[in-house]
């Protein structure tokens, strides 16, 4: 086992042992590691999980071990874990917005929805399916919105670069939806933002 | 053009029933299939009405908003009708409507399809499991006891103690002498926080004693911890 590799099981086992998601700044300290080499670390780990039963979920700067959506009937099936309730088709819209816009104000999602949106998301927050991550820059600091580690979980998704594709002329729709200067600049602090995953899976659609 | 319910954050076009304003023109073009602003206003009156047939309960807010737009539609035909002139101000505004409205509805129609694939992959049982959350230990690596986890416990407490008599007799303590007492009991070694908090005299004594068990923590001379979830909470000496 060379040090990369011993790196990489090390940081799998800890995934394994740990209850909740960890930072990657959590997992350098463990390891002593430095950004760059937990990197690619979590690049490897994630690449050596391809065809098996967990999967590397990563979420902004937060990663977790989870199992695999392929075989979520048969995890059902042996262990009955709770299920959350269905959600309507007005939550689904405005989790779609929130996932392709975050971070994201509740004006913003009303402006696109053309109805107040005030309870559903506040209904998503409470199910842990987007959390506020922050304020916007604009009057009366309002609050941004994002999508959680949860969220990934209940779709089954490796990341948000997994997010469904939208078709070539929806894909316009979202681009032109996306405002120019962005009220982004609240909510990232501690060098999250800075992570550079290029190379990692292309949006895959399951179908 | 003065909008009805002018100051709504809204396209003003609210039609609760198809859960959004815009899903009404949206399901109206896509039973039509064409452009909303080509759509003949009686093929869209005709759609409408056949919708609202089949509701039970007809909402009169949800029929103006839809003769609202209807007279939208129709001056905005009617300029198309007698090109060359020059539009009044009204009327530039109105085909600024015309832009926006068309945009929002490829916007929103993207932001549909999006969430109907969503919603296509969470009803498949595509989802992954996390682990599951474990008992806090003592020793070894532990989770913070969030804050709020106190006061739940606090005022389950402050339940149990008897209201504020209403001739007082009592001391009126402060928080810096319960500070105090705090760090003489602590020299005499951990003890368990709702035992404290139940010796106090009324309500009053609880809250002050409960303020400097989280001043101590603030200020880092004290630990809580709870071997896990329901157990007694203990407070120890950092």
Known sequence: ?207 | MEQPGAGRPRLDVATPVFEGPLELLLVLTEREEIDIFQVSLSALTEAYLSELSQLEERDPVEMADFLWLAARLLLLKSLRLLPGEEPEPEESDLLGWEEDVRRRLIQYRAYKEMAQEMMARAEADQTSFPPPLRDVEVEGHEQPIPVHALVVAFQSVLARLPPRPLVYVGIAWTVDQKVEVVRDRLRRGSFDLVEVILESQDRLEAAVTFMAILDLLRRGEILVRQRRSFEQIWVVAA
């Open chain 1, 1 to 207: 086992m060379n040090e990369a590799e011993r790196l990489s099981a090390a940081i799998e086992a800890i995934l394994f042992s740990s209850s909740r998601p960890l930072k990657v700044r959590e997992l350098q300290q463990a390891t002593e590691a430095d950004r760059t080499a937990v990197e690619s670390a979590l690049d490897a780990l994630r690449e050596s999980l391809t065809e098996r039963g967990v999967m590397l979920q990563r979420h902004q700067d937060q990663v977790q071990l989870v199992t695999r959506p392929e075989v979520a009937s048969y995890v059902r099936r042996a262990l009955r874990p709770e299920v959350a309730g269905r959600l309507s088709s007005a939550a689904y819209e405005t989790l779609a917005i929130v996932a392709y816009q975050q971070p994201v104000t509740r004006s913003r999602v009303e402006e696109i929805r053309g109805v107040n949106s005030d309870g559903v998301l506040a209904n998503l927050e409470l199910r842990d399916l987007v959390a506020e991550v922050g304020r916007g820059a604009g009057p009366g600091q309002p609050k941004l919105y994002a999508t959680t580690m949860r969220f990934l979980q209940m779709l089954g998704l490796e990341s948000l670069d997994q997010l469904p594709t939208p078709a070539a002329d929806g894909k316009r729709a979202l681009e032109v939806v996306r405002p120019a200067s962005s009220s982004s600049d609240a909510g990232e602090g501690e060098g999250d933002g800075e992570e550079s995953r290029e190379g990692e899976a292309e949006p895959s659609r399951s179908d």
